[in-house]
């Protein structure tokens, strides 16, 4: 529909038109209204809400017992956040939570924002007011980011309070800050799942097809990812039972490049980072061979910039979904 | 300046290489009803897309209120109102929060929308159930809905595509009558389509016969009717008696051309306006005439006539 596109044609008859609201601001207040009032929200709240709470429940309790040793950390409040809890073999803590659950949070909100318009009949009567198509679609995609937002901030904050009362530390300006950053970070990730959602539910008629797709690539995206990378970097960077140091180091390397694709993997790998001062390097590094690298801290510019690539590719790859979802639903013809 | 608020040249859409909108030349005057007339498929509704900027033409160009509807769809959709064809709602609103959010797409300022939504439920008799989500609406109701919904931005043109359909005859009723209302208190030129010709042909002003994507007429409904066949014309003629004695009375009548029993009438062409002559007949023969009605003028002859003639070619 590039007839539609914003050109100066109203230009000259806004000047004597009372001043309007743009159009995808009173989409995103509509549908902002729907998500809050919906059934939907109260589910993934009380899902979210669980988990996060046993969750950090655990690892206040790990960091109880590490306490002693941990006297004089200066950044133990954020421990909750990062703290491996319950049983080890599967590293779980709580921004690997939001990395594995955060998806559903998207597509909760984004699966069936255009196709129920659809089903409903309510797009021929929407596309007829004088609003451009796209305020249509970035509405709704500023409504859907808001909600999430306001769902991480809330869950954020539930964490925080439960650690402070339950450890009795409150955490100081630097750890606010981090913790801000991170969330930030993850409305980006979860961002993108929306956008994603979005782009399935342009795509594909029906709401249910839609949303079995996007859980789909989910499930896959995040359970069977690192096996997948696994094998593709085994085949084409083979380790051998004696390996070289030069064979180890193509194979792992093979696996983050990979690896770095999924938006899961990169935000993972960004959020330890912001919320671990004491990781200086991202990726694989030989300092921790080294014996004389001494063990420091970063501030929190310095942690932020060694993250700044994976944070600026998963605003790409949000971007990038969204882009295609737009695009796909601007050309599409209305009826049909 | 002509007073046409929309015109049409040449107006054409393909979708890949089926044709649904062929050379379609049409004007549409201030102030009139309009009736796009055609089975389902014939191009309706591509065509209402297209004068409302939804959907490009492939070749020609269709001008809305002076307006280019591609160029300039934003000020054609302020001033134009639509109904969709089977129009849907929100389910979980109310008809008043409905009608709400498009009165803000439309920047209509709140006290004024509240006032204007208020008047409209009122006028399609939707009132009492304002309140309650749509989801709990019947079809009609939707349809009415659908109706006021059009008109919350006070336009200048609505265009309704099948607004009677899946309704009862007494909704059918009084959305007509609604229709009527608007264009004689409100100014309103309404454009609607439908293939239901009984329902609108009292309605509209002038019609067009679409088939297939062609337009095969256009005029008033007498125009059409003159036209597709000259004086001849076709009455129904019901007698009391014996209706074998009846047709031939009515066979020896001057300019009575057929007689043919239909379900208990005898249907009647001439070559011309007869019936004082063939009740004349009647009386003289003692035949009671119970029932005598015109046939020819009115619209679904004309459009079966069409119809049929390009059979086969509708999908």
Same mark, same amino acid.
């Given at each position: 529909?590039?007839?539609?596109?914003?050109?100066?044609?109203?230009?000259?008859?806004?000047?004597?038109?009372?001043?309007?609201?743009?159009?995808?601001?009173?989409?995103?207040?509509?549908?902002?209204?729907?998500?809050?009032?919906?059934?939907?929200?109260?589910?993934?709240?009380?899902?979210?809400?669980?988990?996060?709470?046993?969750?950090?429940?655990?690892?206040?309790?790990?960091?109880?017992?590490?306490?002693?040793?941990?006297?004089?950390?200066?950044?133990?409040?954020?421990?909750?956040?990062?703290?491996?809890?319950?049983?080890?073999?599967?590293?779980?803590?709580?921004?690997?939570?939001?990395?594995?659950?955060?998806?559903?949070?998207?597509?909760?909100?984004?699966?069936?924002?255009?196709?129920?318009?659809?089903?409903?009949?309510?797009?021929?009567?929407?596309?007829?007011?004088?609003?451009?198509?796209?305020?249509?679609?970035?509405?709704?995609?500023?409504?859907?980011?808001?909600?999430?937002? =306001?769902? =991480?901030?809330?869950?954020?904050?539930?964490?925080?309070?439960?650690?402070?009362?339950?450890?009795?530390?409150?955490?100081?300006?630097? !750890?606010?800050?981090?913790?801000?950053?991170?969330?930030?970070?993850?409305?980006?990730?979860?961002?993108?799942?929306?956008?994603?959602?979005?782009?399935?539910?342009?795509?594909?008629?029906?709401?249910?097809?839609?949303?079995?797709?996007?859980?789909?690539?989910?499930?896959?995206?995040? =359970?069977?990812?690192?096996?997948?990378?696994?094998?593709?970097?085994?085949?084409?960077?083979?380790?051998?039972?004696?390996?070289?140091?030069?064979?180890?180091l193509a194979n792992v390397r093979l696996r983050q490049t990979l690896g770095r694709f999924s938006p899961g993997f990169l935000y993972e790998e960004a959020a330890s980072a912001i919320l671990t001062p004491e990781i200086r390097t991202l990726g694989f590094?030989?300092?921790?061979? !080294?014996?004389?690298?001494?063990?420091?801290?970063?501030?929190?510019?310095?942690?932020?910039?060694?993250?700044?690539?994976?944070?600026?590719?998963?605003?790409?790859?949000?971007?990038?979904?969204?882009?295609?979802?737009?695009?796909?639903?601007?050309?599409?013809?209305?009826?049909? | 300046?002509?007073?046409?608020?929309?015109?049409?040249? &040449?107006?054409?859409?393909?979708?890949?290489?089926?044709?649904?909108?062929?050379?379609?030349?049409?004007?549409?005057?201030?102030?009139?009803?309009? &009736?796009?007339?055609? +089975?389902?498929?014939?191009?309706?509704?591509?065509?209402?897309?297209?004068?409302?900027?939804?959907?490009?033409?492939?070749?020609?160009?269709?001008?809305?209120?002076?307006?280019?509807?591609?160029?300039?769809?934003?000020?054609?959709?302020?001033?134009?109102?639509?109904?969709?064809?089977?129009?849907?709602?929100?389910?979980?609103l109310s008809g008043r929060q409905n009608l709400a959010f498009v009165a803000r797409l439309n920047g209509v300022p709140g006290d004024e929308a509240e006032r204007r939504i208020g008047e409209l439920l009122e006028l399609v008799g939707l009132s009492e159930?304002?309140? %309650?989500?749509?989801?709990?609406?019947?079809? &009609?109701?939707?349809?009415?809905?659908?109706?006021?919904?059009?008109?919350?931005?006070?336009?200048?043109?609505?265009?309704?595509?099948? +607004?009677?359909?899946?309704?009862?005859?007494?909704?059918?009723?009084?959305?007509?009558?609604?229709?009527?209302?608007?264009?004689?208190?409100?100014?309103?030129?309404?454009?609607?389509?439908?293939?239901?010709?009984?329902?609108?042909?009292?309605?509209?002003?002038?019609?067009?016969?679409?088939?297939?994507?062609?337009?095969?007429?256009? &005029?008033?409904?007498? %125009?059409?009717?003159?036209?597709?066949?000259?004086?001849?014309?076709?009455?129904?003629?019901?007698?009391?008696?014996? +209706?074998?004695?009846?047709?031939?009375?009515?066979?020896?009548? +001057?300019?009575?051309?057929?007689?043919?029993?239909?379900?208990?009438?005898?249907?009647?062409?001439?070559?011309?306006?007869?019936?004082?002559?063939?009740?004349?007949?009647?009386?003289?023969?003692?035949?009671?005439?119970?029932?005598?009605?015109?046939?020819?003028?009115?619209?679904?002859?004309?459009?079966?006539?069409?119809?049929?003639?390009?059979?086969?070619?509708?999908?």
């Amino acid at each position: 529909m590039s007839g539609e596109a914003r050109t100066g044609s109203t230009g000259g008859l806004a000047a004597g038109a009372p001043r309007r609201r743009p159009g995808w601001v009173t989409v995103a207040r509509k549908e902002f209204a729907d998500h809050v009032n919906s059934v939907r929200l109260t589910i993934v709240i009380g899902l979210l809400a669980l988990t996060a709470i046993a969750a950090v429940y655990a690892a206040a309790g790990q960091i109880r017992d590490v306490a002693s040793e941990a006297t004089g950390d200066p950044s133990l409040f954020l421990r909750l956040f990062v703290l491996e809890f319950g049983d080890t073999a599967f590293d779980f803590t709580f921004f690997t939570f939001v990395s594995l659950v955060g998806p559903l949070l998207g597509i909760v909100f984004g699966f069936d924002a255009v196709n129920s318009e659809r089903s409903e009949r309510t797009l021929p009567r929407l596309v007829a007011q004088p609003i451009y198509r796209d305020d249509i679609i970035n509405g709704k995609f500023v409504a859907g980011l808001s909600v999430i937002a =306001l769902v =991480l901030a809330g869950l954020t904050a539930v964490v925080a309070g439960v650690g402070i009362v339950r450890l009795g530390i409150v955490p100081t300006p630097v !750890d606010i800050a981090r913790l801000v950053s991170w969330l930030v970070l993850s409305i980006v990730y979860v961002g993108f799942w929306l956008a994603f959602a979005l782009l399935c539910s342009v795509l594909l008629r029906r709401a249910a097809t839609s949303a079995l797709t996007a859980i789909g690539v989910w499930i896959v995206a995040s =359970l069977f990812a690192t096996f997948i990378v696994q094998i593709v970097a085994d085949t084409f960077a083979p380790v051998p039972e004696q390996p070289t140091a030069q064979e180890a180091l193509a194979n792992v390397r093979l696996r983050q490049t990979l690896g770095r694709f999924s938006p899961g993997f990169l935000y993972e790998e960004a959020a330890s980072a912001i919320l671990t001062p004491e990781i200086r390097t991202l990726g694989f590094s030989l300092s921790l061979l !080294d014996p004389r690298a001494v063990p420091s801290r970063l501030s929190l510019p310095q942690s932020l910039s060694i993250v700044w690539p994976q944070t600026v590719a998963l605003v790409a790859l949000t971007i990038g979904a969204f882009a295609i979802a737009y695009v796909v639903f601007m050309r599409e013809e209305i009826r049909a | 300046m002509s007073s046409a608020v929309i015109v049409t040249e &040449g107006l054409t859409k393909r979708y890949g290489s089926t044709l649904a909108v062929d050379h379609l030349d049409l004007q549409v005057e201030r102030g009139e009803v309009f &009736g796009l007339l055609g +089975p389902n498929g014939a191009g309706k509704t591509t065509t209402v897309l297209m004068l409302l900027g939804l959907s490009e033409p492939s070749e020609g160009r269709a001008t809305v209120l002076g307006l280019d509807p591609t160029r300039q769809a934003l000020e054609v959709k302020r001033r134009v109102g639509y109904l969709p064809d089977s129009v849907g709602f929100y389910e979980r609103l109310s008809g008043r929060q409905n009608l709400a959010f498009v009165a803000r797409l439309n920047g209509v300022p709140g006290d004024e929308a509240e006032r204007r939504i208020g008047e409209l439920l009122e006028l399609v008799g939707l009132s009492e159930p304002a309140d %309650e989500p749509t989801g709990t609406y019947s079809r &009609g109701m939707l349809q009415r809905l659908g109706i006021a919904d059009a008109l919350v931005k006070d336009p200048e043109i609505l265009v309704l595509d099948e +607004p009677t359909i899946a309704i009862d005859p007494q909704g059918v009723g009084e959305i007509l009558q609604l229709i009527r209302d608007l264009r004689d208190g409100r100014g309103v030129t309404v454009l609607l389509s439908s293939h239901l010709l009984y329902q609108v042909q009292e309605v509209c002003d002038r019609v067009a016969i679409f088939v297939a994507g062609r337009l095969v007429s256009h &005029g008033t409904v007498e %125009e059409l009717s003159r036209r597709l066949v000259g004086n001849r014309q076709t009455f129904e003629v019901g007698v009391r008696g014996d +209706p074998e004695v009846a047709a031939r009375e009515i066979r020896a009548t +001057p300019g009575v051309e057929t007689v043919v029993r239909e379900r208990g009438l005898l249907v009647v062409a001439a070559e011309d306006d007869v019936r004082p002559q063939i009740l004349a007949r009647l009386q003289a023969a003692e035949l009671q005439a119970v029932h005598l009605r015109q046939r020819g003028s009115e619209l679904d002859e004309i459009y079966r006539r069409y119809f049929e003639r390009s059979h086969g070619d509708v999908g």
